[in-house]
């Protein structure tokens, strides 16, 4: 198109609700400090879990296989908490370096 494809009423009209957007202080200021979404946390995330190093990953591994084996032979709920608070962390550092890995993040 040579123009901008709006006739001259229209162009007046766009202009006013410009300025009434403009005036809006909250607006403004909403607009301003919006933050990145999840996916920048989310990259954040798994280049922290790449600078995590792989023998605390191989440490918190063995331990969990450790409690599972203590656990199978005594079934005391402390035991089972014990490896729960072990296991959760392992698992989530290891889907971190997965995926990390996967999306090419890794050092």
Do not use: Q, Y
Request: proline fraction near 4%; charge should be positive; aromatic fraction near 4%.
């Amino acid at each position: 198109m040579d123009g901008s494809g709006l006739s001259r009423r229209e162009l007046l009209i766009l202009a006013e609700i410009e300025r009434g957007l403009s005036a809006e202080r909250r607006l403004g200021r909403a607009l301003t400090r919006m933050r990145r979404g999840p996916r920048w946390l989310l990259g954040g995330v798994l280049r922290g879990a790449v600078r995590v190093p792989v023998s605390l990953f191989a440490v918190l591994l063995a331990l969990s296989a450790g409690l599972v084996l203590v656990s199978a032979d005594d079934n005391s709920p402390g035991v089972l908490v014990v490896f729960g608070l072990v296991w959760l962390p392992t698992l989530l550092l290891a889907v971190a370096r997965l995926t990390a890995h996967r999306k090419g993040i890794v050092r």
